[in-house]
Every structure is written in structure tokens, then in C-alpha cells.
């Protein structure tokens, strides 16, 4: 069922949809070297054999964990060859992460050269596991998990498919049930794929039945539509527990999601967001113990790597709750919106030469540290917002503080402003 055009290819919309940086290059027929990074299962050989034929370039497929420096140099060799013949060679290197340094560099005077067109796949980030030389001469284009949706399609259309797929079984299978199952495979086509043909062997009838899909999966599966309106409703319910301070049902919806088959870096990340978007600074540490939920997660996997994302779930719910840096945020962004853009004030600005400093820039620049108390007069906002406050902490948590301190720092600046020449400066500016 591997796809043989763009058309059929499913997915990576941000970098092959119309006006992207990879289908700009195809449409120009100027295909460079590139690394192909993202997950198991979401097409980077595909991708990469789609290239090859647009290219119109000979594909030679080759795997690091097989070959070494020999092989590598044989294949760039013939490589050379062929392009002095005037045929292009397009080089795919799975795994390419697993090349030791002196194999990639290997690579180095071909890809220079224009000999070959590197493609190279890997599921580890390649700023640590590529060379820098050879990342230098490559553009890393970062591939996405295959969205339920995608996923979806793509197993219609190996139930359907009479020559490649499972056609001829004539399998009934709703639509529901296949997303199902796409949910289950987390983004990765390969193994949705593997699951269609165990629902397919356990399907003597030929109709796909709900518990035929839990046998294959081998847990139940719950209630997850083909439009994702159940998904967004239950993380929606999951999100709004721990903003009301209820660890029981956002432990209940946590469990949902996780019995569901829901990708644990997608929980992740809203559990992040919910702590910078409903606790922020009363409790600092909530962010913090939200990402080491996430790291904790990569580190252990299923279903180890679940106690901690149910952990953070519980203390954020516990957690003193606050909007203020989240509405902050947006009454700057307002600002901006609706006012002119006013130019940096010259105290504000860098002068790195000497023209500047004589045109102004910089000029009455105060250092706070030179300051008593690192207070000074200066005013940092543009002058039609000067005084403005769009951070209003509230009365719960660390804010408590954070609200006295402000009230401290700004009844302090308003003394040094009404009494400039009262400022004392520790040492000479």
C-alpha cells in the first residue's frame, strides 16, 4: 500500500502543500540533499522513493545498520560514474543516525561534488546525531505523526484496495471502526496497518464488529469519532477539572484518554499548557513539574511513563490557581493591535557605533544596577503607554507575593520619578 505519487501520499502538509519549501523545489526541479526527520511509520522511505521519481534520478536504497565506509564508497563511486553519463543518483540512507562519524564524512566529497542527491532518514534529532559537515550540506525537513484522520484514510483504502490490499476479503468495516484503529496507531501508518490485517484475519464473516477491533487491540476501546468531536470533548473535560481544583475527575479523564489509545506527548503538552495558562506564577513549579512529566514519559514509555503524566494531572489540580500572566499577555498583544507602533525610546536603545551615539541612541540610558535598590526614573514603556500595568496578579499562591513586591517596586519608582535628583547611584555610570 505504499503510495507512488503526491497525490496518494498522505500527510506533511506543512512542507509538501502547495507554496511549501519541499514542493517548491520539486516544482523547480532542483532537488537538493536533505534529512528527513520525524517518528517511525509516517513515510520517509516513501517520501523519499516520490522524490526519486520526480526527480527522475536512479534510487538506491541504503541502510546504515548493513553497510560501512566500503559499501558507502562503492555506491558513491558508481554514483560519479553515472553522472558523468548524465543520470542523476538519488542516495536514500535509512537510519542515517546510525552511521559513525567517519562513515558520514564518507559522503562529504560526492554530496559537494553533485555526484549523488542525499536523502537521509532518521528518527533521532539530527543536530546530535548527524555531523556537522554533512548537516551543513543538507536541509532538514522534520515529518509529522500522521493525524487519526490521515491515518483513517489511508486503511479505507487498504480494505478497499483489490491489488495491493485486502479488497478481495470484502471486509465491512464502518468508519468509526477504522478511526478506532488509527487512533490506536498513534500516527504511525506501518503499525495501523499491521492492526488492519490482524482485525482482517479475525474476521471470518467479513464484518467488522466492534469487539473484533478490541480482540485485535487487546484492550476496549472507547467511544473516539471519526470527527475527533469526543477527543476535544474529553480533553476539554480534563482541562477544565484541574482548572476547577478536582484531581478526582481529572484523573477520570486522564484515564479516558490514556485507555483510548491517546498520544501521551498530545496529553503532555496540554498539561503543560494548563499550567502556564490557568496556574502560571501562583506555583512556578507547576511548569516545571509538567515538563519533567513530559521528559519522565519519553524516558520510561507505557505504561510506566503514565504515573507521571497522571502525577502532574493531580498537582496541578491541587495547585492555587491563576489567569493573570495568561490575560497579561493578552492585553499586550490588544495594545499592539489597536495602537500605533511607536518607535524604541533612544534610552532603550543599543549604541554600538559612534554616529549612533551621537544621533541619540542610548542617550539617558539608566543601569539599574548602578542604582540603590536598582530602581531608577526611566521610563521603558513608549510614552502614549507610559504607566500602563497589564500584569494584575491575583490574591492566590506565590502571586500573593508577587502582588506586595510589585506595590513595593512601584511605590519606590514613583518616589525616585517625583524626586529624581534624589537617585543614588552605588557607582559612576
Known sequence: MRPETLTDYLGQEHILGEGKPLRR??????????????????????????LSRHSEADFVPFSAVMSGIKEVRAVMEEAGRARRLGRRT?????????????????????VERGDVILIGATTENPSFEVNSA????????????????????LLRRAATDRERGLGE??????????????AHANGDARSALNLLEI???????????????????????????????????????LHKSVRS???????????????????????????????????????????EQAMAAKECFHFLGEPEGDLALAQVAIYLAV?????????????????VRSLPAEPVPMNLRNAPTRAMKEWGYGGGYQHAHQFADALVSMECLPPSLAGTRFYNPVQRGLEIRI???????????????????????????
Do not use: C
Request: glycine share 6%; hydrophobic share 45%.
Open 199 to 237: 482485525v482482517a484475519a479475525g474476521t471470518p464473516t467479513g464484518v467488522v464488529t466492534r469487539q473484533t477491533v478490541e480482540d485485535a487491540l487487546q484492550r476496549k476501546m472507547l467511544l473516539y469519532d471519526k470527527s475527533g468531536e469526543e477527543h476535544f470533548n474529553i480533553i476539554s473535560a
Open 25 to 50: 523545489q520539486l516544482e523547480r526541479g532542483d532537488l537538493t540533499s536533505i534529512i528527513l526527520w520525524g517518528p517511525p511509520g509516517v513515510g520517509k522511505t516513501t517520501l523519499a522513493r516520490i
Open 169 to 182: 476479503l470484502e471486509l465491512t468495516i464502518e468508519d468509526e471502526l477504522l478511526a478506532l484503529i488509527a
Open 90 to 110: 538519488l542516495i536514500f540512507v535509512d537510519e542515517i543516525h546510525r552511521f559513525n562519524k567517519a562513515q558520514q564524512d564518507a559522503f562529504l566529497p560526492f
Open 134 to 153: 554533512l548537516l551543513s550540506r543538507t536541509r532538514v525537513y522534520a515529518l509529522r505523526a500522521l493525524s487519526v484522520e490521515d491515518t483513517a484514510i
Open 245 to 287: 481544583s478536582d484531581p478526582d475527575a481529572a484523573l477520570y479523564w486522564l484515564a479516558r484518554m490514556l485507555e483510548a489509545g491517546e498520544d501521551r506527548m498530545y496529553i503532555a503538552r496540554r498539561l503543560i499548557r494548563m499550567a502556564i495558562e490557568d496556574i502560571g506564577l501562583a506555583d512556578p513549579r507547576a511548569l
Open 403 to 429: 502582588a506586595e513586591r510589585l506595590e513595593q517596586l512601584r511605590a519606590k519608582r514613583s518616589q525616585v520619578q517625583e524626586n529624581p535628583s534624589g537617585e543614588s547611584p552605588t557607582s559612576e555610570p
Open 319 to 335: 495547585a492555587p490557581k491563576s489567569d493573570a500572566g495568561y490575560r497579561a499577555l493578552g492585553a499586550a498583544r490588544e495594545a
